[in-house]
DNA sequence: TACCGTTATGTTCATGCAAATATAACGAAT
DNA sequence: ATTCGTTATATTTGCATGAACATAACGGTA
């Protein structure tokens, strides 16, 4: 059994987390299903959970990340904003990109 | 206030954690002081707390970290073993150019 | 107006992790 | 044999995080 190397990224604004891996999943779910708590279900998460996270993500943020709408047709609903689909797309290039570095470096373990 | 990526990178070895940065440092204030209890005490941790990192530590490498003598002179002692050294040098050294690489990227959100 | 599905928010409960405390085991030195 | 400082281990206490449940607010539609 060999030796592995794990990590995880974030993104922080202000001493404030901004983007995890897990708020990432959750934003795309957003983009795919256009609500939170239909996101929340795919993910398996407590709607509150999907909540407080989303809240996090647009207070963090320099700019809105997700518009909600309460009520109307459908009841309300949720979608990314141009700026969080940039955000989405820059996180999750980083973070491939830092998987592929790891991978370099696991020969610097690969002996021992 | 800009965006800042922060990163966590951690061994693991058949799933389960071998070295991250709190059990490194540990393993530095070990080899400093030459003993667990003061090593603990350094890092204001528990005794308790950094006995079961070590003993976690040692459990999951292929071979001894440390070496934990009771008794004795001075009632016993710990110590790195060369192994333990190498398995240090080398998270240090990916942790590090892993800051490095992860500054780069930093780029990719500088504008947003 | 009544309904509907969603966003938004509060409250209680459980569960796991950390902290604190206590104590046993050990072996060299005196 | 006693002392000493350390390693090793168990037990309890407290806290923080999340799960579960409940409910209000909203605004289009029929």
Known sequence: MSYKIKSRIWIESDNNVL???GRVHLLKAI???????KAAKSLNIS???AWQLIDSVNKSAKKP?????????GGGGAELTDYGLSLVNAFDDINKNCWEFLDQQLEKIKLL
């Open 31 to 37: 983009q795919e299903t256009g609500s939170l708590s």
């Open 65 to 73: 990340v997700t518009i909600n709408s309460i009520g109307g047709k």
């Open 19 to 21: 983007l995890g891996e």
């Open 47 to 49: 709607y509150k959970k």
